[in-house]
């Protein structure tokens, strides 16, 4: 497990991310290796980001480590009863869950198997087509200017125009985060907001969005997985037979 650790422009933990996969790197990476054009250090792993603070939390939801000896790089928290406090620091002021982590083991790919397209990507380039079909200029990994955050999919009307939609998917992601960028995105923009998810996260989210995010409950919509691949079956269909016939 991994800590992010932020020192500037404040100090604190800001996220968490599992470590999955230990591997040997025969390739260039860091900036002295490509200035060398020698592979320094080998050994390297790939994690997984399980919860990064919004930059506008940053200040009032850092979690302090005070006490603890911070160096540059990476330091090692040998005390497993400290690092259950600090995911459970975390959990009270983020609203997750993070401490669950500590009960699973790293993620591991099989050696040689191909990960396929996973569902979240899926949906996002769904959007995306779904978006060009309407006539907008559909993006992805859309950066929030004042955050730094990116949005997963955002429709525009022009090139010089604010997002007129904004889309989060969260399969399995953090939702009170996903909430937070879609509020932000309401508030500076006026963007019709959505967030799509599977089926089992819709409670949550209702949950979320009458306590925490209350604000926005009657701006935003809660769509699933299953009526976003619906509506873009029956649009690939429609623009197909609109195209074949002289409509377009």
């Given at each position: 497990?991994?800590?992010?650790?932020?020192?500037k422009?404040i100090?604190g933990?800001i996220?968490?991310?599992?470590?999955?996969?230990?591997?040997?790197?025969?390739?260039?990476?860091?900036?002295q290796?490509l200035?060398?054009?020698?592979?320094?250090?080998p050994?390297r792993?790939?994690?997984?980001?399980?919860?990064?603070?919004?930059?506008?939390?940053?200040?009032?939801?850092?979690v302090?480590?005070?006490?603890?000896?911070?160096?540059?790089g990476?330091?090692?928290?040998?005390?497993?009863?400290?690092?259950k406090s600090?995911?459970?620091?975390?959990?009270?002021d983020w609203?997750?869950?993070?401490?669950l982590?500590?009960?699973?083991?790293?993620?591991?790919?099989?050696?040689?198997?191909i990960?396929?397209?996973?569902?979240?990507?899926e949906?996002?380039?769904?959007l995306?087509?779904?978006?060009?079909?309407?006539?907008?200029?559909a993006?992805?990994?859309?950066?929030?200017?004042?955050?730094?955050e990116?949005?997963?999919v955002?429709w525009?009307?022009?090139?010089?125009?604010?997002?007129t939609?904004?889309?989060e998917?969260?399969?399995?992601?953090n939702?009170?985060?996903?909430?937070?960028?879609?509020?932000?995105?309401?508030?500076?923009?006026?963007?019709?907001i959505?967030?799509?998810s599977?089926?089992?996260?819709?409670?949550k989210?209702n949950q979320?969005?009458?306590?925490?995010?209350?604000?926005?409950?009657?701006?935003?919509?809660?769509?699933?997985?299953?009526?976003?691949?619906?509506?873009y079956?029956?649009?690939?269909?429609?623009?197909?037979?609109?195209?074949?016939?002289?409509f377009?």
């Amino acid at each position: 497990m991994l800590f992010f650790y932020a020192t500037k422009p404040i100090k604190g933990i800001i996220g968490v991310a599992r470590i999955g996969n230990k591997f040997k790197q025969d390739k260039p990476l860091w900036k002295q290796e490509l200035k060398e054009n020698k592979v320094i250090w080998p050994y390297r792993y790939d994690f997984k980001v399980e919860f990064v603070l919004p930059r506008v939390d940053w200040e009032t939801k850092k979690v302090s480590v005070t006490g603890l000896p911070i160096m540059a790089g990476l330091n090692l928290i040998k005390n497993m009863n400290l690092a259950k406090s600090l995911l459970q620091k975390m959990d009270g002021d983020w609203n997750t869950e993070l401490r669950l982590l500590l009960e699973k083991g790293p993620e591991e790919v099989p050696a040689g198997k191909i990960p396929k397209v996973n569902l979240h990507d899926e949906i996002k380039e769904k959007l995306l087509e779904l978006g060009k079909i309407e006539g907008y200029i559909a993006e992805k990994e859309y950066i929030i200017p004042d955050l730094g955050e990116r949005l997963d999919v955002v429709w525009r009307r022009v090139a010089a125009s604010v997002p007129t939609y904004v889309f989060e998917v969260q399969i399995g992601g953090n939702l009170h985060q996903a909430l937070a960028k879609l509020k932000h995105a309401y508030d500076i923009w006026n963007s019709n907001i959505f967030i799509i998810s599977e089926d089992k996260d819709t409670q949550k989210i209702n949950q979320l969005i009458s306590g925490t995010f209350h604000e926005i409950k009657d701006r935003i919509r809660v769509l699933t997985v299953d009526k976003i691949k619906k509506v873009y079956d029956v649009q690939i269909e429609d623009n197909r037979l609109k195209r074949e016939i002289g409509f377009r």
